[in-house]
Every structure is written in structure tokens, then in C-alpha cells.
């Protein structure tokens, strides 16, 4: 039975709508979610709620810490700090212990879940180099770890040559963002993956850029992210 991993949802409830719809469409149970469902957006309370109703395993980001505890909201970009204190003002406290208590990681049905890396996820790392990424194996021990923190899905053998996920190699893969993507493609992204087969499918969905758009402007958040929004960037 497949699985679905989803990331960096930020708030953007339309996008999350969209994403949980085409999961029920292809008769998915079981979702985990790599962190950082809030920040950035404007409605961080439905969109909580809808992950913890739906989702099997989540990890902890470093906006939902932000959004929780404040803690590391000083290294967030100037918009993300200004939609992190939004986003902390409409949440309640029961939400931000929801969020405080998620772990750093998860290891379930042999796969390692992360949001930024497995080596020191505490730290938030930027997987881009690609010596920092083959670092990364050396902390997990599953043929399979699931990221995303960038923004930009993609996949990693640890061996060269490797171009698409298969039994016999070791892999950490980037399933991209629910609600902000960041590779140009405005659309929603997440990974589907069958244990049983070992197959990994990159998985994109349209949903209504415009009504995320226009909470943005309705919660007096930054035009900035709105604007991302629009142009997958």
C-alpha cells in the first residue's frame, strides 16, 4: 500500500485542500508530513487541524518551532518572521504544544522522515551542495529518508548514476512544498512511494493560487509572499 509525504504546507490552506484531494483520489491512507506546516500563509489554524486529523507521522519545522516557542524566529526570512508572529497570534495554546512536542524525527515502516536533514535536524540545514548531501547518508541508516525545508524536490542516490529510486541503492529525496514551491512550478508538489514496489512518484497538483492569494492580502501579510505564490518562486 503506498504512502503519502507531504511538506512545507505554510499556512496555504487551498493548496493542502488540493493535495489531501488528489490523496483520497488515489485511495492513500496513510500521509506523513515532513514539518513546517505553518508560517508563511495565512490560515495556520485549519491547516493544522487538517494535519493532525489526517496525518500518520509528522516532524517538526523550524517555522512551526518559530510559530510555537519563538524560537529561531531571528533567522527567518523578514517576511516569514512577520507571517510566523501572524500565524502565532491566531493559533491557541493547545496548537502551539501540538507543534512544540512534534519530534525531530521519524523512523517508521523503514524509512527515515526529516524537514530539513538527518545529520544534526536541529540545525535546519540547506541540503543544496552535493557534498552536503552525501554527508546526509551518514545519518540514517534506512534506504530511504524523506526531506524538504528547500522547497525544491528532487532525488539523491548515494551512489552516481542512480537516476531514479529503486531497491539496492540508498536515497534522500526532497518531495518539494505543499504551499509555497520554490522550483518554478506553482503547483502543489508531494511524493508518493510503495514500500512494496519501492517505486517513488513526484506528484503535482494545480489548486486555486488566486484564493491563497487574496488571504494573504486580507490578513495584512507581506504582498512578497503572495506574489511567490503566483510564480513558483
Known sequence: MSIAIISDIHS?????????????????QDIYCLGDVVGYGADPVICIDLVRERCKKVVLGNHDL????????????????IAAEH??????????????????????????FVHASPGYPERWLRVESFFLAQDQFNHFQTDLCFVGHTHLPGVLCNQLGVLRVR????FLVNVGSVGQPRDGDPRASF??????TFEFELRRVAYNVERSVQRIREEGLPSRLGKRLENGH
Open 12 to 28: 496555504n490552506l487551498a493548496a493542502l485542500e488540493a493535495v489531501l484531494a488528489e490523496i483520497d483520489r488515489s485511495g492513500i
Open 66 to 81: 518559530a510559530v510555537a516557542t519563538g524560537e529561531g524566529l531571528r533567522f527567518l526570512p523578514a517576511d516569514g518572521q
Open 87 to 112: 500565524n502565532a497570534d491566531n493559533t491557541d495554546d493547545a496548537q502551539k504544544r501540538w507543534l512544540a512536542e512534534l519530534p525531530l524525527t521519524v523512523v517508521d515502516m523503514g524509512m527515515t
Open 167 to 170: 531497491k539496492g541503492h540508498r
Open 191 to 196: 511524493g508518493i512511494f510503495d514500500p512494496e
